[in-house]
């Protein structure tokens, strides 16, 4: 990014941990504000101080002249980062800043400014830092990020500047300008597609977004903004043919549409070849050389990375034999998968991918094709496409009559619910232990992995024979059957992206619609055992505060949207399930503004928060170590101290609904005799889970009444 702006014209460029400081002229700042490809942010200093209490920092703001920046009649917003001794927490931090402001305007006139959190005329950003306090006015009105073609995105997209700091970082300029081409083929919303075709047309991020919030600043100065605009214009005029061959391809037709549209957005889609296709099926290089760059899925466990070998092995084997004398560029978390592929890097950069530190990896793919391939694991479809017909053997036919038997007994229930997503066999056979899911026409099928006591062959048999007689037991093809490992643990742990499909379809529960993944995380996105809890939440809602803890994809809390809840509040730590539960909101057109999603540790948040909720529901993991919280979240330890915190938020009549799936749980005596508690466990299953009544247990806890 320093070099960058020293380009655009700035001066005194100082790369530090997360920023750059430069200094600028106005022409150079609206030139920035229109060419970057890497800034998340473009702030304008305003004023600096030393302060470290909130009447410190009240006395300096309101000694500021605001009536350069903002009129009284207009809004504002503003953003926090970093602590001082006096302001341990942003929010309150920002409310002063905002009232310094109001102050200042009530002192000349009466007037006041308004917060607007959609479209501020100015937006602020404080930056507190060992007790000296920096004051920004954010040029871009928000993260430039967002060029504003990317309306279409999959389910972990890379951000713009990223993939633009990827091509720079892989020489994408320099092959470009040498005639190169590029691949992805595991191009997604084509997002790398999108940054290297704007590289190469040399064509400012700037010019693809349809409003500049800097025109609202009253210190703003139209004609250099203008002029930047002008100068950007003249070099995409002059260049109207992509000077390169850019193509990317997907095994999933959804993203691919998604692309398209994207591309079309950006005025790209005539200059790139899009195709539906798995990588193994790439066809030769069209030219001789030229870049594969991509972002592959990868996991953060290590059952994770052991499933995503082969997908990497097999990537760098198509590479090895079809693009020899072109360059690799690799995005990946886990240096174990980068090792699949069989070259040493000559170069490795560090790189944050939201909150995962990955590293990116750059290969020469020889000329010859040719590559130590010791040690690489075998793609699944390549050690099993010459295995002979399996025979049945007599304890598979035992698993499928089990299939058969509950299909029937299950069916009629299914059928008078309009249940679209239901279990149909969960290890009833000790040799069979699989869990399989119906959703719709696709099965979800999860194996848990035997004991290490277990001959590994004879497991894989079992495995074997039993998905070759699901598909004619279950009336679907065998491409509708998606079969994942997961290993026996305590807690339900909620697994990263294994893969990379983006095959979100959606399904109905009762009132609602979910948005479900069979194919890129371990879990769909749908706890199916909680399937009456919800529906109890849904009838129990009614004008209810409701506060959803640990909400994964947020289904509890659609439910209570849509059984009538004033609002609700939804907190997990993860982005991914976040904005999954975004995605959930929209499907069933609820009101976003009414339907907080937070994302914090639970346990810190719920010291924090001081809002009151009549219905609570509480899934916690069994067990927690997740990189992103400190410490570790044991259920059955920590459970009291949940609980109790929970119970401060509730209103004086309200309900907390806390589940757990640890089998052997036991509810502390101290929560049983401070609330009023009810084991609800027996009347938390549907058809579907009643063989298994070990899969959670359920409690409703009250206050105590009192006359």
């Known amino acids: 990014m320093a070099d960058e702006l020293m380009a655009l014209g700035c001066e005194d460029a100082r790369p530090a941990v997360g920023r750059v400081k430069a200094l600028a002229d106005h022409a150079t700042l609206y030139r920035v504000l229109i060419e970057t490809r890497l800034a998340n942010r473009w702030l304008l200093l305003l004023s600096e101080a030393r302060v470290e209490t909130a009447d410190e920092l009240s006395a300096w703001l309101t000694q500021l002249d605001w009536s350069e920046h903002l009129s009284a009649q207009g809004s504002l917003l503003v953003d926090v980062n970093g602590t001082a001794r006096g302001l341990r927490h942003t929010h309150d931090t920002a409310l002063r800043v905002k009232d310094a402001v109001v ?19 100015i937006r602020l950003h404080l930056r507190l830092e060992k007790g000296r306090a920096s004051l920004y006015l954010d040029l871009g009105g928000g993260s430039l990020h967002q060029r504003g073609y990317r309306l279409a995105v999959g389910q972990a997209p890379l951000k713009e500047n990223l993939a633009a700091a990827l091509l720079l970082r892989a020489g994408w300029p320099v092959l470009a300008a040498q005639g190169a081409a590029l691949l992805d083929p595991f191009c997604g919303s084509g997002t790398l597609l999108a940054e290297a075709a704007l590289m190469a047309k040399q064509l400012a991020p700037g010019l693809l977004r349809t409003e500049h919030p800097v025109a609202r600043w009253l210190g703003h100065r139209p004609a250099l903004l203008q002029q930047a605009l002008d100068e950007a214009v003249a070099r995409r005029e002059a260049c109207k043919d992509l000077p390169v061959k ?51 899925p990868y996991g953060e466990r290590l059952d994770e990375i052991e499933t995503l070998m082969p997908l990497y092995a097999s990537l760098g084997e198509t590479l090895l034999d079809k693009y020899p004398g072109w360059r ?22 560090p790189l944050k991918n939201a909150s995962l530190d990955c590293q990116l990896y750059l290969f020469d793919l020889p000329q010859d094709g040719q590559a130590t391939r010791q040690g690489r694991v075998l793609p699944v479809d390549e050690a099993t496409k010459s295995a002979p017909p399996l025979v049945v053997s007599e304890a598979t036919q035992m698993f499928a009559n089990r299939v058969k038997k509950n299909l029937r007994h299950l069916s009629r229930w299914v059928k008078r619910e309009g249940i679209e997503a239901w279990r149909v066999y969960d290890a009833d056979l000790p040799d069979f232990a699989l869990a399989i899911d119906c959703y719709l026409d696709q099965v979800h099928v999860q194996e848990y992995a035997p004991p290490a006591k277990v001959d590994p062959q004879k497991a894989a048999q079992r495995l074997q024979e039993a998905m070759q007689v699901l598909p004619e037991i279950l009336g679907v093809p065998p491409e509708q059957l998606h079969l994942k490992q997961r290993k026996r643990q305590t807690g339900r742990q909620q697994y990263e992206k294994l893969a990379q499909q983006q095959a979100f379809f959606a399904v109905r529960e009762g009132a609602a619609k979910v948005w479900v993944n069979l194919t890129d995380y371990l879990d769909s996105g749908l706890f199916l055992d909680h399937r009456p809890v919800r529906r109890q939440i849904y009838q129990q809602a009614q004008g209810k505060r409701f506060l959803n803890l640990f909400c994964y994809t947020g289904v509890a809390s659609i439910q209570a949207a849509l059984g009538g809840a004033v609002r609700t509040t939804s907190v997990d730590m993860s982005h991914t399930y976040l904005d999954w539960f975004k995605r959930n909101l929209t499907l069933n057109q609820l009101d976003l503004t009414r339907h907080a999603a937070v994302q914090a540790n639970c346990l810190e948040w719920l010291q924090q928060d001081r809002g009151v909720y009549d219905l609570i529901f509480m899934d916690p993991p069994s067990f927690s170590n997740s990189k992103r919280m400190q410490g570790v979240l044991d259920v059955q330890r920590d459970h009291e101290q949940l609980i109790e915190w929970a119970m401060r938020r509730l209103s004086s009549e309200g309900l907390l609904i806390f589940s757990t799936n640890l089998r052997r749980f036991k509810l502390s005596e101290q929560v049983a005799q401070r609330w009023e508690v009810k084991n609800i466990t027996a009347q938390s299953f549907d058809p579907d889970f009643e063989r298994n009544q070990r899969i959670h247990q359920c409690f409703e806890i009250r206050k105590p009444f009192h006359d």
């Open 103 to 121: 102050d200042f305007f009530r002192a000349h006139g009466g007037l006041r400014p308004r917060v607007d959190r959609e479209r501020p005329d």
């Open 246 to 296: 850019i193509f990317g391809s997907d095994r999933d037709p959804q993203v691919i549409e998604q692309a398209k549209a994207n591309l079309a957005r950006a005025g790209l889609d005539s200059l790139i070849e899009l195709q539906i296709r798995p990588f193994a099926q790439l066809p030769p290089a069209p030219v001789e050389a030229g870049l594969v760059i991509t972002n592959p």
């Open 328 to 349: 690799l560029a690799l995005l990946t978390s886990e240096e174990a998968l980068a090792r699949q592929i069989p070259l040493a890097p000559y170069k490795k950069y």
